[in-house]
């Protein structure tokens, strides 16, 4: 199978022969790997009961998959990228905002991915074999899956498709053989050794929960939808089944593998790591199983996610070649991986990570939504390829390529996310005014969305999509402005 060529240009009518099955596959078969699975042990890890983590991450999902769910259908209409897409309303070079807030989510969710995957391999090898499970080992381990995700990521989204499909199977039947190897020893009660409630409350830490375990993980989708439903063509699935078909994948995509989390934290009394009481706790035939969870898995879903990091490097280094800006990406990653092993806890790492990067992105995702409903999803798909060929010009030029209103916007947003956060190690000022819940995401997201509302109100610079397509092709110059 050939190495994709395309970047964040226009996809062709004729090359976008994807459909809704295939973007249930690809949401499914990449979230069944330990990078998501752990999500669900960090409930039991805040001190909550079986049923109270088994809520919060089925409220936190669902709300953030109603929300989460409708970006698809932008790059149905556009055949490019959501941050590409979203030059729209933050104009085409105000669209690298969207680009850096994809880069990060892809960036910190590969690490995780390929972090958590090495560390069981590791602890399964030592069972298996007596592999010490010193710096060289994981380093190895780390070097290998880091490797086996960039030949993935190179190759594209034919070759992350197929390894779904496959993927999608073949972990299902895995972890439910884990559930048979694990029930023996699950109970309901709350782990004692994680020494009651985190946030020293039950309705704080439930929301804690909720928002870092459940919500995140659609709001890890806010850039990436747009890399598979680009190959999808309008003519050919209306948008009601692209967005049915991205409901249910991000459904089944994250619960399944988040609730085998919170169920094999309970069975194995993983109240303060999670990957050594795993596999401690597994039954001696069931070892070999978890290795291949462990690394197929991990493949499959850091391939994804690194396949995303290089189209948005891309975006903001037009010059780069997608393969060249994902190798670059992977090098990144993989340091990041080794920082995160040596250097972080990871409840902390991980809960602090998806906070900030979900309080971060929400406000812009509500402004491209915003966007995308004023425009009625009709874009000049030519005129968001400007910032990528170094033209100047276009309908999306708005002030040298940026929308200032949009980009303050969501900046706005941002902030009031980021000092209303609650963080292990970090309360922001704004929580008193909540009780101590962190609604960090929902303060962030109706903030950057009414003060882009209010901005906008008149210029109605968000419905300027909708203009005659010849006409805006017209402004469009390759020389200087």
Do not use: K
């Not at 199978?1 to 990449?30: A, F, K, W, Y």
């Not at 309901?188 to 439930?206: C, M, N, Q, R, V």
């Not at 425009?375 to 798909?381: E, F, L, N, P, T």
């Amino acid at each position: 199978m050939p190495i994709e060529q395309r970047g964040v240009d226009t996809i062709p009518d004729q090359e976008r022969t994807s459909g809704p099955r295939d973007l249930v596959s690809i949401l499914l078969g990449s979230n069944l790997c330990f990078g998501v699975i752990i999500f669900g042990w960090l409930p039991p890890s805040f001190g909550l009961g079986w049923w109270a983590s088994v809520s919060a991450v089925a409220a936190g999902t669902v709300v953030g998959t109603l929300f989460t769910a409708p970006l698809a259908l932008v790059s149905l209409r556009t055949a490019t990228n959501l941050s590409t897409s979203s030059g729209a309303q933050f104009g085409v070079r105000g669209r690298l905002v969207g680009s850096v807030v994809g880069l990060l989510l892809a960036l910190g969710y590969t690490a995780l991915t390929v972090w958590i995957g090495g560390d069981v391999m590791v602890s399964v090898l030592h069972r298996l074999f007596g592999l010490t499970a010193g710096p060289v080992s994981y380093a190895v381990v780390y070097t290998l899956l880091a490797a086996a995700t960039v030949a993935g990521a190179v190759y594209g989204y034919r070759v992350l498709l197929t390894m779904s499909r496959v993927l999608s199977f073949g972990m299902t039947a895995l972890l439910v053989l884990g559930v048979f190897a694990y029930a023996p020893h699950f109970g309901t009660a709350a782990l004692p050794e994680a020494g009651g409630y985190l946030l020293g409350g039950f309705w704080p830490t439930w929301f804690l929960a909720a928002v870092a375990a459940g919500l995140s993980g659609p709001i890890a989708f806010i850039t990436l939808l747009g890399d598979y439903t680009r190959y999808m063509s309008p003519h050919r699935h209306s948008p009601r089944r692209v967005l049915h078909a991205t409901w249910l994948g991000l459904v089944l995509g994250l619960l399944v593998p988040q609730l085998f989390g919170t169920f094999t934290a309970y069975a194995s009394r993983a109240a303060l790591d999670y990957a050594g009481p795993l596999v401690a706790a597994s039954p001696a035939w069931y070892l070999v199983p978890l290795l291949l969870a462990a690394s197929a898995g991990s493949v499959g879903n850091a391939g994804l996610m690194l396949y995303s990091m290089g189209l948005d490097l891309d975006a903001i280094l037009p010059r780069a070649s997608r393969a060249r800006a994902t190798f670059t990406v992977a090098v990144v990653a993989t340091v990041c991986v080794f920082a995160g092993h040596y250097a972080w806890n990871a409840q902390s790492a991980m809960t602090s990570f998806v906070l900030l990067l979900t309080a971060i992105g929400t406000p812009w995702a509500v402004i491209t939504l915003i966007g995308f409903v004023r425009c009625r999803g009709v874009y000049d798909a030519d005129a968001l390829q400007v910032f990528n060929r170094r033209s100047h010009g276009g309908v999306y030029w708005y002030r040298a390529g940026w929308n200032v209103r949009a980009t303050v916007s969501w900046a706005v947003g941002a902030g009031v996310g980021l000092l209303a956060v609650s963080l292990p190690s970090y309360r922001g000022p704004l929580l008193h005014l909540t009780g101590g819940v962190d609604c960090s995401f929902l303060l962030s997201g109706a903030a950057g969305g009414a003060v882009y509302l209010l901005l906008t109100a008149r210029g109605r610079e968000g419905a300027r999509a909708a203009v005659d397509t010849e006409s805006a092709a017209a402004l469009v110059t390759s020389g200087e402005r």
